[in-house]
């Protein structure tokens, strides 16, 4: 059974830096599209951004695109989402999924992503 576990949330101040990590057990995360959620209480689950099987192609939402950076090591079964110039309003629980083996542009829509992790919390402050 494959399973998604994200690590290295945290409470941060604004302006400050945060990497988290994404490992994928059960089955070898090459093969697929990857991308990182967000969301916090009362609001949608928004698309932070996603990457492809060879990393090839990525995409970032506009709030957070030139701040962070989504990469993968393959070998490791590992996703990261390297998160610079924090700001107050990136405070969310950050979720880690596993989408198909195609990469599709744009990928917002949630029927593209088969699967979720269980969440990280990220609290930037003042």
């Known amino acids: 059974q494959v399973q998604l576990a994200e690590s290295g949330g945290g409470l941060v101040q604004a302006g400050g830096s945060l990497r988290l990590s994404c490992a994928v057990s059960?089955?070898?995360?090459?093969?697929?599209?990857m991308g990182w959620f967000r969301q916090v209480p009362g609001k949608e689950r928004e698309f932070v951004t996603a990457?492809?099987?060879?990393?090839?192609?990525?995409d970032y939402a506009d709030s957070v695109k030139g701040r962070f950076t989504i990469s993968r090591d393959n070998a490791k079964n590992t996703v990261y989402l390297q998160m610079n110039s924090l700001k107050v309003e990136d405070t969310a629980v950050y979720y880690c999924?596993?989408?198909?083996?195609?990469?599709?542009?744009?990928?917002?829509?949630?029927?593209?992503?088969?699967?979720w992790g269980q969440g990280s919390q990220v609290t930037v402050s003042s």
């Open positions: 990457i492809s099987w060879s990393g090839g192609s990525t």
């Open positions: 059960g089955r070898t995360v090459s093969s697929y599209t």
């Open positions: 999924a596993r989408g198909p083996t195609y990469w599709r542009p744009r990928p917002r829509e949630f029927d593209y992503w088969g699967q």
